[in-house]
C-alpha cells in the first residue's frame, strides 16, 4: 500500500532532552516507533526493522481511516 505525502509523522522526540516523556511511555531502546489514535498509545515498534514490517505496522495503524 502507498501512502500520500499528507500522511506524516506528528512528532520526533529527542530522548535526551525529555526524560519524562520517555518515562511516561517507558521507552527503553531507541529506535522507539508509537503509533497512537486519538491521542492514545495503540502500538509500538522497538529496535531496528525490516522495511516490510514498518508497512504492516503502518498499514494496521491508518486501517481505521483508509476507505471510509
Known amino acids: 500500500m502507498r501512502y500520500s505525502r499528507a500522511l506524516k509523522p506528528r512528532g520526533k522526540l529527542n530522548a535526551d532532552e525529555n526524560p519524562q516523556a ?5 521507552v527503553l531502546s531507541m529506535p522507539t ?3 497512537f ?7 509500538s515498534l522497538v529496535g531496528f526493522r525490516p ?4 508497512r504492516s505496522a503502518l ?3 491508518v486501517a481505521p481511516y483508509v476507505n471510509r
Open 22 to 26: 520517555t518515562r511516561d511511555y517507558r
Open 37 to 43: 489514535t486519538g491521542g492514545v498509545l495503540t502500538s
Open 33 to 35: 516507533l508509537l503509533f
Open 51 to 54: 522495511k516490510s514490517v514498518l
Open 59 to 61: 498499514a494496521n495503524a
